[in-house]
């Protein structure tokens, strides 16, 4: 017997997607691998061109049970949510969102911290079709003034997956729905998990599925979750552009989902102990973690969020080289893109290279760092001995 209680978001995670409609009396969804769904007669195949929604065989484009579990779980974890698409990967996660609701002559505002390939898209291909970009301080107050006649969308990303400004979310929804504006987070670092971004105003939840919702470094995948509103608008671009994710990645996915509770809570625990530790590093000018006290916005991720990843950033007093010569010393880290995996990673970035309104001049350089699930006090070590090497590179 089932209690009526709402579940916590830890139970969410297992039970979410596994209702008997899609996956049978198993534990887990089958792999479908199917591209042509047979019908019985002409009738029946007519009969299957109506109803576009998951849970409904047309073919293999639209899905099957093993990507229809895993966009249902994905849904059920963000409170007031209609329905989940998937895409082969965050960027056309991020790129199916904004061509859902943009159109040539509209403006998208988009922070200044975003991610680098929503930067390229907006300035490369949604520029050509005539969609003009402006970008904002992410730690603007003035909201209001964001705003013009030609505004329909603004994407944000709260923290910054390079410098971790917060950004008031709610505040920023406010004055988006008072101007009729389309509002998008990017809401890879912190997950549906640690913050649920539909009931704080958000009309689009976008993941990049790679990180922390495969979690082992051998998917790519992105997801956008929505309301009612503006679903049917995101299915039918989805399917318009020919969007789809294999059986296979999606299978991956929701097993890797099961286990997000008890990852993210590791990945947070080590990731806020070294970022401690950091601090009180003679070569560390400033540590980027929302979850510090010391770190701006600290007070709108302590009453927005429920938790914090592994993902953070740190300024190393040195200049490019010595930061280099820090990075190849360590021998726990790799050195190479994205995050979320089991594995830590370091990785030295350039901000300055990604800002348009409002110039990125902290002296030192920036080394963001993806905290892993190896034990904390080798990380440590390892970290300890690449400071020491890099003093007399």
């Not at 080590?270 to 600290?298: M, N, R, T």
């Not at 893109?337 to 830590?344: C, K, N, P, Q, T």
Request: aromatic share 10%; glycine share 8%; with cysteine.
């Amino acid at each position: 017997m089932s209690s009526d209680k709402p579940q916590k978001p830890a139970t969410k995670i297992v039970t979410a997607g596994r209702s008997s409609a899609l996956t049978g009396p198993v534990v887990n969804v089958p792999v479908w691998r199917a591209s042509t769904h047979l019908y019985e007669n002409v009738a029946a195949l007519e009969a299957g061109k109506s109803g576009n929604a998951d849970g409904r065989f047309f073919y293999g484009r639209r899905g099957s049970p093993t990507q229809w579990s895993l966009a249902e779980a994905l849904t059920e974890m963000e409170p007031g949510a209609h329905g989940t698409m998937l895409y082969p990967s965050g960027v056309a996660a991020i790129a199916c969102a904004l061509l859902s609701v943009l159109k040539a002559g509209d403006v998208l505002l988009m922070t200044d911290n975003a991610y680098d390939p929503s930067r390229s898209l907006a300035d490369g291909f949604l520029n050509r079709f005539g969609v003009e970009t402006r970008y904002f301080d992410p730690l603007t107050a003035d909201y209001d003034t964001l705003f013009c006649g030609r505004t329909k969308a603004i994407l944000l990303e709260s923290p910054g997956s390079l410098t971790f400004e917060m950004q008031d979310i709610p505040a920023i929804c406010a004055a988006a729905k008072k101007h009729h504006v389309v509002t998008l987070l990017d809401n890879t670092w912190a997950t549906s998990y640690f913050h649920t971004a539909l009931d704080k105003g958000i009309d689009m939840a976008i993941l990049s599925c790679t990180k922390y919702i495969v979690g082992h470094s051998d998917v790519m995948m992105g997801s956008v979750t929505t309301h009612a509103k503006y679903w049917t608008k995101l299915r039918q671009t989805a399917q318009q552009l020919g969007q789809t994710v294999s059986p296979d990645d999606a299978y991956l996915a929701s097993r890797g989902l099961r286990t997000l509770s008890v990852r993210m809570k590791a990945h947070e625990a080590s990731a806020l102990q070294i970022a401690k530790w950091l601090q009180a590093q003679p070569d560390v000018a400033a540590v980027f973690h929302p979850a510090l006290p010391e770190c701006p916005g600290h007070d709108i991720w302590k009453r927005d969020f429920t938790g914090a990843s592994g993902l953070f950033s740190f300024i190393h007093k040195g200049d490019a080289a010595t930061a280099a010569a820090f990075v190849d010393a360590l021998g726990l880290f790799g050195i190479g893109y994205s995050w979320g995996g089991f594995e830590s990673l370091a990785l030295p970035v350039q901000p300055e290279k990604y800002r348009s309104a409002v110039p990125w001049d902290k002296e030192g350089t920036l080394i963001r760092l993806q905290i892993g699930l190896e034990d904390t006090d080798d990380l440590i070590t390892d970290l300890e001995a690449a400071f020491m090497m890099a003093r007399g590179a």
